[in-house]
């Protein structure tokens, strides 16, 4: 089946600082997702982006489907984004999400 | 509104009693789910209802039952857990597989369960 993987497994930064979160993905997808987990437990969706550029506020993410990855961008971190970074994948009109195994960032202030 | 809402939020459960988690949605959507999740580890996938049927089951044991009343409810019943059940449940829903609205998942805040 396929595989997800996500880099870097843990990641510490300053309040400020920028990152980059990748997801790889073995297989063409017809649907990626990038969710926040925050440290209460919800997810929130960040973006749906199977393919292209996505931006929203300090959040940004690209999708090369051709190249079979995926990357979050988050600038100037704030102490909020802190939680895991899950990136998801589905081939075709599969219902099941494909979860990598997350990215967990911590935002000292 | 992108609004999944789940009730309650914590749930403390001996092993002999029976209880429901409930998940609303509002968005039109016609495909729900429920997910499990254990700490430090990514949501998995319980069972899915597309058009108010059952359509996933993930060899889930017989102890968790879903029923999906109508289009915008979800429940999960629960009846004689066990311990190693503790966990965050998520609710999910989504446009329905190949309907034109795309199938990105919206989650609930979750019920974290904790069976004694």
């Known amino acids: 089946g396929i595989q997800v993987e996500q880099s870097p497994p843990d990641l510490i930064l300053q309040e400020g600082a920028n990152s980059t979160l990748r997801c790889n993905f073995s297989?063409?997808?017809?649907?990626l997702q990038w969710f926040h987990q925050n440290p209460w437990g919800q997810l929130i969706n960040l973006f749906y982006?199977?393919?292209?550029?996505k931006q929203n506020g300090r959040l940004s993410a690209t999708t090369v489907a051709t190249e079979r990855y995926s990357l979050l961008y988050i600038s100037s971190s704030q102490t909020t984004d802190s939680g895991v970074y899950f990136c998801?994948?589905?081939?075709?009109?599969?219902?099941?999400?494909?979860w990598g195994a997350g990215t967990k960032l911590i935002i000292k202030p | 509104d992108t609004e999944v809402t789940q009730t309650p939020k914590h749930l403390v459960m001996g092993m002999t009693n029976k209880k429901s988690l409930k998940c609303e949605q509002h968005?039109?959507?016609?495909?729900m789910y429920w997910y499990k999740q254990k700490a430090k580890k990514p949501p998995e996938l319980m069972f899915v209802?597309?058009?108010?049927?059952?359509?996933i089951n993930e060899s889930v044991p017989s102890r968790f039952s879903p029923e999906c009343p109508n289009s915008s409810l979800l429940n999960l019943h629960l009846h004689a857990l066990q311990p190693e059940d503790s966990a965050l449940y998520l609710c999910?829903?989504?446009?329905?597989?190949?309907?034109?609205?795309?199938?990105?998942?919206?989650f609930g805040p979750g019920t974290r369960l904790t069976v004694t």
């Open positions: 297989d063409s997808v017809n649907n």
């Open positions: 982006i199977p393919s292209g550029t």
């Open positions: 209802y597309s058009y108010e049927k059952l359509s």
């Open positions: 999910a829903s989504s446009h329905p597989s190949g309907d034109r609205g795309g199938y990105e998942q919206y």
């Open positions: 968005m039109g959507h016609r495909a």
């Open positions: 998801a994948v589905a081939m075709d009109s599969n219902y099941q999400l494909i």
